[in-house]
């Protein structure tokens, strides 16, 4: 009953609200948008669309688009070279995750000196305090994964040194988030999936983290009921409207309790695959290490209560054992048919584990220390080779 609350961004959620961005009060008068190297942005219209709401607000704008699906250094350092060149005062992160997390690092590097792993904490970065300000940042999610709409935190990979590091504070949150079910209606059904674990872990996490709070409880069990509730709906029938729409809505209250509370070391755990491994998707890669994960956990002997009222929230109303949520968490991975996916198939191999276990302590170190329980370097490597296929 001791916590601070701060989530300052304008939240437009719901069916066609990417409609009213022209209505908001913008903070600049030239925007950069911040787009994937990919095809789908344009060819569904959704740049645009986003174009078409600038253009209507008077606002000038230009576009961004070399951003990978884990998104590198280097490419945060272009993008804020590109911003100075063309004189841009606000960033706009239009896409997934990755878009909109690179989109707040570029804010960070547009106003800053030297380079993005200057100020960032964990590995090889030096920690340093960002002297100026960022460049306000508007975020247009078009997917329901990682909350980070509504939060002040961004995830980058240093490609050179094999090191994926989460950054933030509270200059990052953006000003406006649009959230429209209608924008994500598109991502195919393995996506979808992927996407809507990374919200559930973020909620899970966020739940069981020392750091939780009356507050974060709250966004944490909502998120959860949601997911199971329509994640299987969505990933069978991407246009099915209802069923989008819950999923977005547990992506944007996981984003809010990343603002709340936080995620534990799962994340650190994943981060370090695919970091070395940058063709594995980050849902992907949490779903392959969560089952053992939380087993783990629950082994160790924390939070049981918690971790029944996640499985009751999960959709087993009847739990009365922690590892009633291994088993709802299992069931929904079968019904989403991801279940059955290989680290071997992303080049990841059994002999390099302790790797992996002691890259996640090395950058991302400060989340085990939100853990229930205390995870060690021998426990890393048991998840991960419980985990390997």
Sequence with gaps: MNFNYYIPTRLLFGKGKLNELHQQSLPGEKALIVISSGKSTRENGYLARVEEQLDLAGIKHCVFDKILPNPIKKHVMEGASFARDNQCDFVIGLG???????????????????????????????????????????????????????DPWTVTTHEDNSEKIGFGYDALFPVIAVVDPDLMLTVPPTLTAYQGFDALFHSTEGYIAKVANPISELYSLKA??????????????????????????????????????????????????????????????????????????????????RFIAIAKALGKSEATDPMDFVAALAKLQEDCHVAHLKMSDYSIEKNNLRKYAVNARRTMGGLFDLDPVNLTEEDCIDILTESYR
């Design 224 to 305: 959860i009921e949601l997911i199971g509730k329509s994640l299987v709906k969505a990933v069978a029938d991407g246009r099915n409207e209802n069923a989008r729409a819950d999923v977005a809505l547990a992506n944007t209250l996981s984003g809010m309790v990343e603002s709340t509370s936080c995620c534990i070391s799962e994340h650190s755990l994943e981060h370090a695959l695919s970091a070395y491994h940058h063709q594995l998707p980050h849902g992907a890669g949490l779903i392959m290490i969560s089952l053992a994960y939380y087993k783990k956990m629950i082994d160790k002997g924390a939070c049981p209560d």
């Design 96 to 150: 997934g995750g990755s878009s909109i997390d690179a989109a707040k690092a570029i804010a960070v590097m547009a106003t800053n000196e030297g380079d993005y792993w200057d100020y960032v904490n964990g590995g090889t970065a030096k920690g340093k305090t960002v002297p100026n300000q960022p460049l306000p940042i508007i975020a247009v999610t078009t997917t329901a994964g990682t909350g980070t709409e509504i």
